[in-house]
């Protein structure tokens, strides 16, 4: 959450608008809230009352798109910000002497922002303007709910119609393994990935809610094949000139990702060196 601390009346302008921390630039993906607060701080002796007004500085592709600035709490209230314009979002303030007010705010993304617009938020008031954050758009990575057992099905449903009605917009499909009943899609747009999807079978609704990439690095980072080997394990040949072929690991060289193999119905043993994803696992027991 980012914070912004505002001291009305302060004898240095340039320091009555202060960020806490120092996350000044953050992504975001399309038609999300990025939510912030912003703090009145009153340091008289007196009770005070005034405004202040919310804008952003918006960088665009297509210099067309509105964003959005709001208040969440006391009067809820949002006003569209489009770029270039001279439009804001006024908040009326009054606090205490000696205390403060915390007002739950956010700034809105717009829906069909592309990847690299950016808006800055900025307080100004009589002294002057003072920028506080950038939002820079990003693609998002959404969850599916599916049929369970139907994921690749699915996902490979979810590519031809992308490239069936030109949805350059989605750029990947990821089916997690390990994982029943859900696909993840990288889009840059999640509201027409689902309008798109209605018609894909067994696709049924978006999870709410964006992952982070870091959630699921762990299925983008290839494995080598001879990790779920172990010699003695019976395999069958799925590629090359001996495909369908029974055989029993001998050994694994973990180095070049192969794996040396023993033809049972060989009459006489002869090792054979193949790719270590050349097989497919049908005993995992050693003998």
């Not at 999640?190 to 798109?196: G, I, N």
């Amino acid at each position: 959450m980012i914070e912004i601390e505002y001291k009305p009346g302060s004898i240095v302008p340039e320091h009555r608008v202060v960020i806490v921390g120092e996350q000044r630039e953050i992504e975001s993906g399309n038609n999300k809230r990025v939510p912030f607060k912003f703090t009145v701080i009153n340091e008289t002796s007196e009770d005070i009352k005034g405004s202040v007004n919310f804008g952003l500085d918006i960088k665009e592709t297509k210099n067309e798109i509105e964003w959005f600035i709001g208040v969440v709490q006391k009067r809820p209230k949002a006003s569209s910000i489009l770029p270039g314009s001279e439009d804001y979002l006024t908040l009326d303030y009054k606090v205490p002497k000696g205390s403060k007010e915390v007002y739950e705010m956010y700034v809105e993304t717009p829906k069909g922002g592309e990847i690299g617009d950016s808006a800055t938020l900025f307080v100004k008031d009589d002294s002057g303007k003072y920028p506080t954050f950038t939002i820079k758009l990003k693609q998002s990575i959404i969850i599916i709910k599916t049929t369970i057992g139907q994921e690749i099905r699915i996902a490979r449903d979810i590519g031809m119609k992308a490239q069936s009605e030109n949805a350059d917009y989605i750029y990947s499909v990821l089916v997690p393994p390990d994982l029943k009943g859900y696909v993840f899609v990288e889009t840059l747009y999640p509201d027409r990935t689902m309008a798109l999807l209605r018609n894909v079978r067994g696709a049924r609704n978006m999870i709410s809610g964006d992952v982070d990439i870091k959630e699921i690095e762990i299925y983008l980072t290839s494995k080598p094949a001879t990790e779920s080997l172990e010699v003695g394990n019976l395999v069958q040949i799925i590629d090359g000139p001996f495909k369908n072929e029974v055989a029993r690991i001998t050994h694994i060289d973990q180095a070049r990702d192969e794996i040396t193999l023993e033809l049972q119905n060989a009459v006489i043993p002869i090792p054979l060196t193949v790719k270590a994803d050349s097989v497919r696992v049908l005993d995992k027991e050693v003998k």
